[in-house]
T-cell receptor
Framework: KQEVTQIPAALSVPEGENLVLNCSFTDSAIYNLQWFRQDPGKGLTSLLLIQSSQREQTSGRLNASLDKSSGRSTLYIAASQPGDSATYLCAVGGIQGAQKLVFGQGTRLTINP | ETGVTQSPTHLIKTRGQQVTLRCSSQSGHNTVSWYQQALGQGPQFIFQYYREEENGRGNFPPRFSGLQFPNYSSELNVNALELDDSALYLC???????????FGSGTRLTVV
């Protein structure tokens, strides 16, 4: 059974800092890994999708890496801004059966002006 | 290109009642999944539909059921509502699942 863990559960940093969010998963047999952003009480916004054959993806100030062998992914946010404050969720897409996503519990990020 | 839309946005029901939530998938997507997100938790997979057939189910009781229509829109039905069913229900669509999922804004269900 796939389990996804995100550390830390909460993070507060001053504006302008570069930061890294961590995601680990127990089963390396995955199709892909997707990072999402969720604002309070809202739905999920997809940030980056990494296929199992890829090592990293970049979009603007965001960079996500994937190391299947060690069961880890990181989301790097450069030059953080107050608007980046949200909960960040990673989700692993499995190989077996339906392509369901298994989510971590998220990291609640606060960027202080 | 339209995204995933869900209705209603908020809903209050009484314990024991039944509820139907609706989802219109993103244009061109033939796979739809439903997730339940309790407060402070990550979303949990309920089930998935591909071309009108259920092709995967999470650890949810049979009182959670669904449908997918020929236009790939979908419904989630929950019977005999319990207080613990209070959550944000998220719908997600994909073309093949391996291409990633697009999520809707969710329906906030409160059971009293």
């Amino acid at each position: 059974k796939q389990e996804v863990t995100q550390i830390p559960a909460a993070l507060s940093v001053p504006e302008g800092e570069n930061l890294v969010l961590n995601c680990s998963f127990t089963d390396s047999a995955i199709y892909n890994l997707q990072w999402f952003r969720q604002d309070p009480g809202k739905g999920l916004t997809s940030l980056l999708l990494i296929q199992s054959s890829q090592r990293e993806q970049t979009s603007g100030r965001l960079n996500a890496s994937l190391d299947k062998s060690s069961g880890r992914s990181t989301l790097y946010i450069a030059a953080s801004q107050p608007g980046d404050s949200a909960t960040y969720l990673c989700a692993v897409g499995g190989i077996q059966g339906a392509q369901k996503l298994v989510f971590g519990q998220g990291t609640r990020l606060t960027i202080n002006p | 290109e339209t995204g995933v839309t869900q209705s209603p946005t908020h809903l209050i029901k009484t314990r024991g009642q039944q509820v139907t939530l609706r989802c219109s998938s993103q244009s061109g997507h033939n796979t739809v999944s439903w997730y339940q997100q309790a407060l402070g938790q990550g979303p949990q997979f309920i089930f998935q539909y591909y071309r009108e057939e259920e092709n995967g189910r999470g650890n949810f009781p049979p009182r959670f059921s669904g449908l997918q229509f020929p236009n790939y829109s979908s419904e989630l039905n929950v019977n005999a509502l319990e207080l613990d069913d209070s959550a944000l229900y998220l719908c997600a669509s994909s073309l093949r699942g391996t291409d990633g999922y697009t999520f809707g804004s969710g329906t906030r269900l409160t059971v009293v």
